[in-house]
Structures are given as structure tokens and as C-alpha cells.
């Protein structure tokens, strides 16, 4: 039997010897039972038991031989716990990862920095549009050509709809300007360019539509990103942005990669089916890839983000996340709403899968592109870093919020298979 006392508690250990023969085990009885040292302790042989006592509470007689007041820890307890605690973090992983790594690059930017610099953010970007053309089967054209209804509404709403919201925008005053100008730029860009995608294949949505949907809003979003932010942010200043540039880089970290995976899909017979096989672990990648982006984002931010007043972020946050709202439940009315209507377009938007990936890639922003925007100002509509700062929360806010929807789409379908199984 061993004691040891460790941060206020006393672990009493006791360790049973193999069995002994029953004429040994009576001679050493007896041998001990005539030391004074042992008299009057009896010697039994019992399991191994781990107990742990409060040090505040004095261990009774009945707590050593197996009180009620004793907690036992065994293999079968831990082991329960640790396969809750996996669940738990497999079904939470993408939030968890997004606020994990918010959370990094505001303690330890060091090497969110290193990785901001490096541009790890424009590698991540291709190898999930090289996810999603591995992914992606031969009947996904066939799904958005017969969802073109959906591809119209959501083009009309990223590019023509939403923008118009900067103006509300910028009826906000705040101490520094710069967070309501850059909330209002932010509102102009198009759809993300990772995680509509990804999180409508992790729920299970049309991925195709959300595939087409944001490399066409993307492509076209780099004409009328320049006329919206002339026309409603910087109306009077002469801003131009070239974006012919800008095109260049979006086919080289969109398109390209997407075909390479598409093309290397369908040159290996076994590909489709490896793919299939590894959908969990893809997913998986997926979640700890989007973790990425707010952990490089925020350890670039962060000392911009000390010299400003917490009060003033919060509420630049606050609103940010409001525009967000706006935006999901302005698509989500009007998506209802077109799937309850007579016209000819209500089988589209009937399907649960077009209008759950409606509701995230129309509500998202990219960005990669706002920032792209912004750098090309020059500093005429402010400090380049203080209208990046509440992209950068609004970014990370609507991957989380979504996050968050997604989850709870999920349970909802699980409950739902549940209930249809009994």
C-alpha cells in the first residue's frame, strides 16, 4: 500500500500480490500475527483499487475497505469520458477551430505572422478548391444547370442586392470612421471563397451550386466590386482599382486548382472511390484548414487591435455581426419565399440542399478580396489597417455564426433520421 499526497488530495494505492499457496499464506500469518509491528492487522488479498480523499475530510475506517464516500476510477469511467470528449470535439471541430485559432493568433501572432507573410493563406485557398474539384462528380453540371434558377437568385443577391446595404451602413457614426467605411466595403465584395463551400458540403447541401456560385460571383465580382465601392463608399474621392491584376490572381487560386482536381478524378479510375472512403478525414481537413484564416489574420491584426478602445471594437463588432444576421435572414425570407410561390421555379427551391447552400454562400464575404481592395486604395478612404480590422472580425464572425447553423442543421437531420428509424 502506498500513499502520496499531491495538490490537496491524499491517493491511497493498494496493490494485491499473486495469490499464495494456503500452508504459505498460513505460516506467514502466523509469523506476522506474533510481531508486534502487525499485530492486530489482518492481511486480505483484493483487486487493485485506485481511491482518492478530499485532504479536508478525514478518511474513515469504512472509506479504506470501500465506504460509500470513496470515488474509484477505472479503465471502463476513463475510457467513457475520452470517447465523449472525441465526440464532442469531432461534432464542434470547425468552430472549435475557428475560435482556436482566433484565440492563438491573439496570445502567440508570432507565427500567424510568419504564415500572413508567406501568403499561406493563397496555398490554403488552392487546396480546397483542389478538394472541391476532387470532389466533384460528373452529374454536379447537370445539378447546376437544372438549380439555374438558384444560380440567378444567388448572383443577383452577392453582387446587386447586398452591396446596397453599405449605404445603411454608412449612416453609422463611430470614433475611428474607418470601422464603419471598412464594414461598408466589406458589404460590397463577393461571396468567400472557402467557406460557403466547405460548409455546405459539410451539411450536406448542394456543393455544386455553391461551387458555381462562387467562382462566377467571384469572377464578375472583380468588375462590379470597383463601381459598387465608387458609387456608394468613396463617391467624391477618385478612387480607381485595377482589376485586372485581381483577375489574374483569382483564376490562378480558384479556377486553376479546381480543374486539376477535377481532372485528376477522372484520370484514375479509384480516385472517386478513395475519395468516398476518406470523406470523413476530408472533412476533417477542411475544418482545421478554415481554423487557419482567423489564426493568421488575427496575430496580423492584433496590435492594431490593443491601441484601439475595446468598448469602440466591440461595438463595431456588434454591428458587423448584424449585418451579417441581415443578410442570412434576407435570403432565407426570400428563398422561403420563392419555395412556396406558383411560378415555375418552386421545385428548385424547394430542395432543403439549394436552400440551406442559398443561405451561406449568399450571406458570406470574401476577405481575401477586401483586402486585395482595400491595399489598392492607398489610404484615400483611411488607415488601410483600420478598415481591414472589422473585415477581419466580420470574417471570422460569419464563418463561426455559420459554423454554429451548420451544427444545428446537423443535429436537427439526426434527430429527424432518428425519429424516422423508430
Not at 457614426?173 to 463577393?190: D, H, K, N, W, Y
Amino acid at each position: 500500500m502506498a500513499v502520496s499526497m499531491e495538490a490537496g488530495t491524499a491517493v491511497i494505492l493498494t496493490l494485491s500480490p499473486p495469490p499464495i499457496p494456503a500452508i504459505f499464506r498460513r505460516r506467514f500469518q502466523n509469523s506476522l500475527g506474533k510481531s508486534s509491528l502487525f499485530s492486530g492487522t489482518s492481511l486480505s488479498t483484493r483487486t487493485s483499487n485506485l481511491r482518492i480523499f478530499s485532504v479536508s475530510q478525514r478518511p474513515s475506517q469504512g472509506d479504506f475497505y470501500g465506504g460509500s464516500n470513496d470515488v474509484t476510477l477505472t479503465p471502463v469511467s476513463v475510457l467513457t469520458f475520452a470517447k465523449g470528449l472525441l465526440k464532442f470535439i469531432f461534432a464542434n471541430l470547425l468552430p472549435l477551430a475557428l475560435v482556436g485559432g482566433a484565440a492563438l493568433g491573439f496570445t502567440s501572432p508570432t507565427l500567424g505572422c510568419l504564415a500572413h507573410k508567406y501568403s499561406l493563406s493563397k496555398f490554403i485557398t488552392c487546396w480546397l478548391f483542389f478538394l472541391s474539384g476532387l470532389k466533384s462528380q460528373d452529374g454536379d453540371v447537370k445539378e447546376v444547370v437544372e438549380a439555374w434558377p438558384a444560380v440567378l437568385y444567388g448572383l443577383a443577391s452577392i453582387l446587386l442586392v447586398c452591396p446596397i446595404f453599405s449605404k445603411l451602413i454608412l449612416k453609422i457614426r463611430m470614433v475611428p470612421q474607418e470601422f464603419i467605411t471598412g464594414l461598408a466595403i466589406f458589404s460590397c465584395m463577393p461571396t468567400t471563397l472557402n467557406g460557403g463551400v466547405a460548409l455546405t458540403q459539410l451539411v450536406g447541401g448542394n456543393s455544386a451550386l455553391a461551387l458555381a456560385l462562387t467562382v462566377i460571383s467571384v469572377l464578375i465580382g472583380i468588375l462590379t466590386v470597383p463601381l459598387w465601392i465608387t458609387k456608394f463608399v468613396a463617391d467624391g474621392f477618385g478612387v480607381t482599382i485595377p482589376t485586372w491584376p485581381l483577375f489574374q490572381s483569382l483564376v490562378l487560386t480558384l479556377i486553376v486548382p479546381l480543374i486539376l482536381g477535377k481532372v485528376l478524378r477522372n484520370s484514375f479510375p479509384g480516385m472517386s472511390s478513395y475519395v468516398e472512403r476518406n470523406e470523413r478525414w476530408f472533412s476533417v481537413t477542411t475544418s482545421i484548414l478554415l481554423g487557419i484564416f482567423p489564426w493568421m489574420q488575427v496575430s496580423k491584426s492584433r496590435q492594431l487591435l490593443l491601441m484601439v478602445k475595446p468598448e469602440v471594437f466591440v461595438c463595431a463588432v456588434a454591428i458587423g455581426i448584424l449585418v451579417h444576421l441581415s443578410f442570412l435572414v434576407f435570403n432565407a425570407t426570400l428563398v422561403r419565399g420563392l419555395s412556396v410561390g406558383s411560378s415555375s421555379w418552386k421545385s428548385v427551391f424547394e430542395k432543403q440542399e439549394n436552400r440551406r447552400a442559398l443561405m451561406l454562400v449568399c450571406s458570406q464575404r470574401s476577405l481575401l478580396i477586401a483586402t486585395a481592395v482595400v491595399e489598392q486604395l492607398g489610404g484615400v478612404l483611411g488607415e488601410s489597417g483600420l478598415l481591414l480590422l472589422p473585415c477581419v472580425a466580420a470574417d471570422v464572425n460569419q464563418i463561426v455564426f455559420d459554423s454554429l447553423l451548420v451544427n444545428f442543421w446537423l443535429r436537427k437531420d439526426g434527430s429527424c433520421d432518428s425519429v424516422k428509424k423508430s
